[in-house]
């Protein structure tokens, strides 16, 4: 049966990320190698990847290469670094499994569609920097030892995550915008 991944922030030919982020590879090919290398390792042909942007800093032709030799069906999401991608193209993506909500991003959020009701969010962009809040979790390539990550991998993260907190109700809490105390 098919599964679906996660990832976000390979930088597929971006040479300067290895020295950003400190990844242990000596040029942008090793880099792209190892990566494609780990992303077959775990994504059948058939399965899904949902890319949370940042996939390449390259153009429409280096992207389709790429493409070409990882196992499964894509998704992308624009992230700031995705100059392959139409300026519209989407750069958020949300599904129902098995009753639990799920909103992917290439940008953490503060609230996202359902947050109030525990709903997850994945993002990337920040190359596991930032910690994640409540139901969240960096899916990015740096976060997660290069692997995207599956969504039973994602249902066991989730399940040592506190709760989003609630700032659709709270009556505790005033409006901060009117001055309230």
């Known amino acids: 049966m098919a599964e679906f991944f996660f990832t976000a922030d390979q930088h597929f030919a971006h040479e300067s990320?290895?020295?950003?982020?400190?990844?242990?590879?000596?040029?942008?090919?090793?880099?792209?190698?190892?990566?494609?290398?780990?992303?077959?390792?775990?994504?059948?042909?058939?399965?899904?990847?949902?890319?949370?942007?940042?996939?390449t800093f390259n153009d429409k032709e280096?992207?389709?290469?790429?493409?070409?030799r990882l196992n499964g069906i894509h998704t992308f999401l624009r992230g700031n670094h995705d100059r392959w991608l139409h300026r519209n193209h989407p750069t958020q993506w949300s599904k129902t499994f098995d009753k639990q909500h799920l909103v992917v991003c290439h940008y953490a959020m503060r609230v996202w569609n359902r947050s109030h009701f525990n709903s997850w969010q994945l993002y990337g962009h920040s190359h596991g920097r930032l910690p994640p809040e409540g139901k969240q979790w960096?899916?990015?390539?740096?976060?997660?030892?290069?692997?995207?990550?599956?969504?039973e991998?994602?249902?066991?993260?989730?399940?040592?995550?506190?709760?989003?907190?609630?700032?659709?109700?709270r009556p505790d809490f005033k409006n901060w915008v009117l001055g309230e105390k």
């Open 138 to 151: 960096d899916v990015g390539v740096d976060n997660n030892n290069y692997y995207p990550v599956s969504f």
């Open 62 to 68: 280096y992207a389709a290469r790429i493409i070409k």
């Open 17 to 55: 990320i290895i020295t950003y982020c400190d990844r242990p590879f000596a040029n942008a090919q090793e880099m792209d190698e190892m990566l494609i290398l780990k992303h077959n390792e775990v994504v059948g042909q058939y399965d899904r990847v949902v890319h949370a942007g940042d996939f």
């Open 153 to 169: 991998q994602v249902k066991k993260i989730m399940a040592g995550r506190p709760d989003n907190f609630n700032y659709v109700y």
